[in-house]
């Protein structure tokens, strides 16, 4: 037997690996699949990113340096300026990331020391506790509830002064809820209280639907805030891999002293690229019309199938609620040609809901809208 980490060995699949085994059983099969699983955009990446991206490709390739090119850096630094009003320097407190996933998992080994505690909202993405557990780190939930606005209950917790790391994400995924930025604030002045770090996914910043999220770099005390973001589907570049971590000065001097050894940056045409992407907020607009017609589309469907919408109005994804198991509801609309996620695959507390993201084409949603009509599923 090969040796394997026991961590790894007692972690179930990876919930997402486990939707493209469906959808090549149901292909296998001869299921016409319409993908509504994985949250990865297919809308083009415009064209001057594209531009950009190979207008940056040098003669000779070098290893990227974690600290990033300056002039990247500066560009996400306007852009928090001009998005949220907030002054962030350029030089000490924005580091650049593949994405923000590899950014969130690794996070906790970089920081996480004698506090051991880190707490996780559930339902959520999988990758904070997945990370943390590789870290060696302890994990507790913060239950979200349709009640309660998907909003953890900070009053119910207890155990404030074991904390190294707190997770949000707002926008949510995956119910598509917001944040008020009073709550930010209040959980920003307990992280401050209490010494440990409030960490937010602000993945989903750039699609809503009602009214501009807030993000969490907006607080009154925002020392002890570390705020992850990337362009995956802001500007529909996933494969891209260029994001961003802003934090404090001695947040970001941990990560470029822990980020060499992994070897993490983007290559340096992935950041010329987003340099300009970050420049342009007309390619935005356009993707939110695209995400909000497929939402017209889809929706009244769904309601009209029996699904009520239980999540926000934010993100690409819908959070439905079902009165079945949510994988036998997921596994039924599979036969009929839709891939959604069931919700106990982003804990227990999702039970109950399945989530679609809106990233099949228009005309794929339309069709996708024709078969719920016509099924009653």
């Not at 390619?283 to 009209?304: C, F, I, T």
């Not at 690409?316 to 839709?338: I, N, Q, T, Y």
């Amino acid at each position: 037997m090969i040796p394997r980490s026991p961590v790894l060995s007692a972690l179930a699949q990876y919930p997402f690996a486990r939707l493209d085994d469906w959808r090549a059983e149901a292909r296998a099969r001869g299921v016409d699949v319409i993908d509504f699983g994985v949250g990865d955009p297919r809308e083009p990446t415009p064209e001057f990113i594209r531009d950009a991206l190979a207008q940056g490709v040098a003669d000779v390739s070098s290893y990227p340096r974690a600290v990033g090119l300056p002039e990247y850096r500066e560009a996400v630094a306007a852009w928090l300026s001009r998005r949220f009003g907030v002054e962030v320097n350029a030089g000490t407190e924005i580091v650049p990331t593949l994405g923000s996933k590899e950014a969130i998992f690794s996070f906790a080994q970089a920081v996480v020391g004698e506090r051991r505690l880190v707490a996780v909202p559930e339902p959520a993405y999988p990758v904070y506790e997945r990370g943390a557990l590789f870290a060696g780190a302890e994990v507790v939930t913060l239950p979200l509830a349709e009640a309660n606005g998907w909003l953890p209950d900070l009053e119910s917790f207890d155990r404030w002064d074991e904390l190294a790391l707190v997770w949000t994400c707002y926008p949510n995924n995956p119910t598509g809820a917001t944040a008020p930025l009073a709550f930010l604030d209040e959980l920003a002045a307990r992280a401050h209280e209490h010494g440990f770090l409030l960490c937010s996914d602000e993945a989903y910043s750039e699609l809503w639907f009602g009214d501009p999220p807030v993000s969490a770099l907006q607080v009154r005390e925002r020392e002890n805030v570390v705020v992850f973001n990337t362009l995956s589907k802001r500007s529909s570049m996933t494969g891209y891999r260029c994001g961003f971590v802003a934090a404090s000065r001695d947040v970001c001097d941990a990560l470029r002293a822990f980020r060499p050894t992994l070897g993490t940056a983007p290559q340096e045409f992935v950041q010329r690229a987003g340099l300009a992407a970050y420049a342009d907020e007309a390619h935005v607009e356009a993707v939110r019309s695209v995400y909000r017609r497929k939402r017209e589309v889809l929706l009244p469907a769904l309601e009209a199938a029996g699904f009520r919408s239980a999540g926000g109005d934010a993100s690409f994804f819908l959070w439905l609620a079902v009165d079945e198991p949510s994988e036998k509801v997921a596994r039924r609309l599979l036969e009929r040609g839709l891939l959604v996620a069931p919700g106990s695959f982003f804990g227990p507390a999702g039970e109950g809901y399945v989530r679609l993201a809106l990233v099949p084409d228009e005309d794929d949603c339309r069709r996708a809208a024709a078969i719920l009509l016509g099924s009653g599923a």
